[in-house]
């Protein structure tokens, strides 16, 4: 039944449960954590975690994004950012790294990104990661995407990520060419992701657009102010759970084709991956927690895409933190913190034990009860 609260005389609307509201319930039966599997495959491509990067320069570099690749999960690269505009931006990433004053921290993002994107850089990166043995993956805005896209192909990539803020499969525009979600992926001979997305309509209308797996939600934490800038906020919990019940009548309608749902926001601890996967998630996109590995390209900062936008920047700068350690161990540990910012996906295996569940699909159907 839906959960409607109303807000006047002619105007209702449906209550949503951030991840923070919501917690998991066990069953009659728990597991050995070391019968618990964690793997995740999209497409032809296996993972060993349900973890795939947010594309911010701040955590991805061809080296960083090889690095995940290794420890079993996806590093995406921003074919927009800092690495295909700078032959080396690692002086850039540095002079970041020491800010800590917000509003000439985003006038300096604005500057960084103003410089042209260089095609040939996108080759280059695309190679170092292929390189490195890894599943390449880049992310693309949908602004930017037919303009891009032929390089991106030459290039060679695995998985290409389609991703603004919010991404419809009906844009409407009369003075640009809008993208034709379906039309563009239905040429492809690659997977595409696409996202982000807050609802149920938009979830399945992505899904019919022929998306290997969709982004729901608009990466939402502490840094991003996008509900400040744009006034849109959806919790992450609702999104997740309408969208895999979009997956499920898409999978009715197509007769068995299976579209994964990776989750977008607020994914700061492990508890926060068990809860985004228990909604109905099948992977969850990481930003933050993994700035604060000791190989981050900036040096522990943080800022999502698009906090550098030219005329509405959506994002704050957060100024650098401590390092927690390895990237090997912010995912899986040995953690000495009691809050789960490490161990990330060894405690999402602890939590699945704790259940009962030996595999990702499985614990889809954990039970949840509200808290708050």
Same mark, same amino acid.
Request: negative net charge; hydrophobic residues 40%; proline residues 6%.
């Given at each position: ?15 949503? +449960?951030?991840?923070?509201?919501? &917690? ?20 032809? +491509? ?6 795939? #990067? ?10 960083? &994004? ?21 032959? *080396? ?13 917000? =509003? ?6 604005? $500057? ?11 080759? $280059?990166?695309?190679?170092? !990661?292929? *390189?490195?043995?890894?599943?390449? &993956? ?9 303009? @891009? #896209? ?10 290409? /990520? ?6 419809? #499969? ?17 040429? @492809? ?32 934490? $502490?840094?991003?102010?996008? *509900?400040? /800038? @744009? ?17 499920? *009548? +898409? ?10 749902? !990776? ?34 390209? #900036?040096?522990? =900062? ?17 100024? &650098? ?38 595999? @990702? ?12």
């Amino acid at each position: 039944m839906r959960d409607v609260v109303e807000i006047g005389h002619s105007k209702s609307a449906r209550r949503g +449960y951030h991840l923070d509201d919501i &917690a998991i319930v066990p069953t009659r039966r728990t597991r050995d954590v070391d019968d618990v599997s964690t793997n995740w495959q999209l497409d032809a +491509y296996p993972f060993k975690i349900p973890c795939v #990067a947010h594309p911010s320069d701040a955590t991805m570099s061809p080296a960083t &994004a090889v690095a995940l690749g290794k420890l079993g999960g996806l590093g995406v690269l921003n074919v927009e950012g800092l690495w295909t505009r700078y032959a *080396d931006p690692t002086k850039i990433l540095e002079e970041l790294a020491g800010l800590d004053d917000e =509003a000439p921290a985003t006038q300096r993002l604005q $500057e960084v990104y103003a410089e042209p994107i260089k095609p040939e850089l996108i080759g $280059e990166r695309v190679k170092e !990661i292929r *390189d490195g043995g890894v599943t390449v &993956a880049v992310r693309v805005s949908p602004q930017h995407t037919l303009a @891009l #896209a032929p390089v991106i192909l030459d290039a060679g990539v695995d998985l290409l /990520v389609i991703q603004g803020t919010l991404v419809s #499969a009906e844009h409407v525009s009369t003075t640009d060419e809008p993208l034709n979600l379906k039309e563009f992926i239905a040429d @492809l001979d690659l997977p595409v992701i696409v996202g982000g997305c807050t609802n149920y309509q938009t979830a399945l209308h992505l899904m019919r657009t022929g998306a290997a797996g969709v982004i729901v939600g608009i990466g939402a934490d $502490e840094w991003s102010t996008t *509900d400040r /800038v @744009l006034g849109i906020r959806v919790p992450m919990a609702t999104a997740i759970a309408d969208a895999a019940d979009a997956r499920r *009548d +898409y999978l009715d309608e197509t007769g068995g084709r299976y579209v994964h749902i !990776i989750a977008d926001g607020n994914i700061q601890t492990s508890g926060d991956i068990a809860k985004a996967l228990g909604c109905g998630a099948d992977a969850v996109m990481v930003g933050e927690p993994l700035s604060r590995s000791e190989t981050a390209p #900036a040096g522990g =900062a943080w800022w999502h895409s698009a906090a550098s936008h030219p005329k509405l920047p959506r994002g704050s700068f957060g100024a &650098a933190e401590p390092s927690l350690g390895s990237l090997e161990k912010v995912l899986y540990g040995p953690s000495e913190d009691p809050d789960g910012a490490l161990n990330l996906f060894g405690g999402l295996r602890r939590a699945m034990a704790k259940c009962g569940y030996r595999d @990702l699909k499985e614990f889809q159907k954990v039970g949840l009860i509200l808290d708050k």
